[in-house]
């Protein structure tokens, strides 16, 4: 079955620590994307890779980071610098420019301990 | 700055009640809009619209796009209660990596 898995499904922080969230999709497509949603706000981009090397910063990158090393994987580390890491996170992919719609990982909930 | 913004936050309805749910856009260089369906966790896809007045249909829902005045319409007639979920609008930016913003979804509960 093609699609884009996630993991963990819940994910608990203690603080100072780096927490890295996984993405994959065999979906063959470029692009991948990471937000993350709070109550009340919608989804918010984070951040963003057209291809496999390349990345870009979303609007709300800070005290996040990402590595596409491979096409069907996009990590995505929430650092200690991220003073407010409790949310849900959803990855998502999309065929770079033939296609617009966007497909959804089932999301990570992460709780700082 | 880009902005999504839906209304009403959240409404409750009777099964067999229509709903209309509103998203409005203030955003550079507009590719299409968007709408979702969350029900666990995961938003599934429900419509893109790229032109004004034409609505698009699937089943009991339907949407259509002003790309004039900014806002884009979601109906669902005859809801049932499977309708309860929370609808996302976002709008694609025509930029690099096919950016989406989000509304901060309309939270719909449909009672028996």
């Known amino acids: 079955d093609g699609g884009i898995t996630q993991s963990p499904k819940y994910l608990f922080r203690k603080e100072g620590q780096n927490v890295t969230l996984s993405c994959e999709q065999n979906?063959?497509?470029?692009?991948m994307y990471w937000y993350r949603q709070d109550p009340g706000q919608g989804l918010r981009l984070i951040y963003y890779?057209?291809?496999?090397?390349?990345?870009q910063k979303g609007d709300i990158a800070e005290g996040y980071s990402v590595s596409r090393e491979k096409k069907e994987s996009f990590p995505l580390t929430v650092t200690s610098a991220q003073k407010n890491p409790t949310a849900f996170y959803l990855c998502?992919?999309?065929?770079?420019?033939?296609?617009?719609?966007?497909?959804f990982g089932p999301g990570t909930r992460l709780l700082v301990l | 700055e880009d902005k999504v913004v839906q209304s009403p936050l959240s409404l409750v309805v009777h099964e067999g009640d229509t709903v209309t749910l509103n998203c409005s856009y203030e955003?550079?260089?507009?590719?299409?809009l968007l709408w979702y369906k969350q029900e666990k966790k995961a938003p599934t896809f429900l419509f893109m619209l790229?032109?004004?007045?034409i609505e698009k249909k699937s089943g009991r829902l339907s949407s259509i796009l002003d790309k004039k005045e900014l806002f884009s319409i979601l109906n669902i007639t005859a809801t049932q209660t499977g309708d309860s979920a929370v609808y996302l609008c976002?709008?694609?930016?025509?930029?690099?990596?096919?950016?989406?913003?989000f509304g901060g979804g309309t939270r719909v509960l449909v009672k028996p």
């Open positions: 998502a992919s999309s065929i770079r420019q033939l296609e617009e719609t966007q497909y």
């Open positions: 979906l063959n497509h470029d692009a």
């Open positions: 890779s057209q291809i496999v090397n390349d990345f």
């Open positions: 955003v550079t260089n507009f590719r299409s």
């Open positions: 790229t032109s004004s007045g």
């Open positions: 976002a709008v694609e930016i025509l930029a690099a990596g096919n950016k989406l913003t």
